[in-house]
């Protein structure tokens, strides 16, 4: 079975500081796992994936994240945070079944970005 | 690239009337959409599959026979909330994957948000 839990509901940084959301997955399988971002309003958008390949994975926005299979985590991290990134973060592990990917969510953490 | 455009954004409807919500990919086919549904503050929790030309999977607890799922062709699937009431009202969003390419990814609409008065 799959499954994700993030860690924290809120997460709060000052402009100009590092962001570290994050991330523990269950899967039966080798998993691909992927962080999408929403903000307001908006439909989520893919920020980076992790499909069995480097572990760690660069993403859009200046956003990693990093595989540790014997953590079972994927954590998303960015050096320096802006206040552009506020925004709803989900962690997202998916598992090929048929011809076809099943994603499963995590919570979500809300990222708030002060001046 | 790899659009997915979902209309409309909002949708105010009379409780026992029904609402259609449509997803469609810009500049791909998509071989398969997804439906999730979004309560205030939560996750996103896959409502349905559907792949063109078949019938959509539905997940458990989700009736079927109140959300039809049609996927005609490789760029269209719609959601329709037959009978619609209050407790229905909620963010609808739909996603797709590529029939080529990076096919294990899924491109999200922007969302619908349903209000049932």
């Known amino acids: 079975a799959q499954s994700v839990t993030q860690l924290d509901s809120h997460v709060s940084v000052s402009e100009g500081t590092p962001v570290l959301l994050r991330c523990n997955y269950s899967s039966s399988y080798s998993p691909s796992l992927f962080w999408y971002v929403q903000h307001p309003n908006k439909g989520l958008q893919l920020l980076l994936k992790?499909?069995?390949?480097?572990?760690l994975v660069k993403g859009i926005n200046g956003f990693e994240a990093e595989f540790k299979k014997s953590e079972t985590s994927f954590h998303l991290t960015k050096p320096s945070a802006h206040m552009s990134d506020a925004a709803e973060y989900f962690c997202v592990v998916s598992d090929t079944i048929y011809n076809f990917n099943k994603f499963y969510f995590g919570s979500g953490t809300k990222l708030n970005v002060k001046p | 690239g790899a659009v997915v455009s979902q209309h409309p954004s909002w949708v105010i409807c009379k409780s026992g009337t029904s609402v259609k919500i449509e997803c469609r990919s810009l500049?791909?086919?998509?071989?398969?959409m997804f439906w999730y549904r979004q309560f205030p503050k939560q996750s996103l929790m896959l409502m349905a599959t559907?792949?063109?030309?078949?019938?959509?999977?539905?997940e458990q607890g989700v009736e079927k026979d109140k959300f039809l799922i049609n996927h005609a062709s490789l760029t269209l699937s719609t959601l329709t909330v037959t009978s619609a009431h209050p407790e229905d009202s909620s963010f609808y969003i739909c996603?797709?994957?590529?029939?080529?390419?990076?096919?294990?990814?899924?491109?999200f609409g922007a969302g619908t948000r349903l209000s049932v008065l």
């Open positions: 559907s792949n063109e030309g078949s019938k959509a999977t539905y």
């Open positions: 996603s797709a994957t590529q029939t080529s390419g990076s096919k294990n990814i899924q491109y």
């Open positions: 500049d791909f086919q998509a071989t398969t």
């Open positions: 992790y499909t069995s390949a480097a572990t």
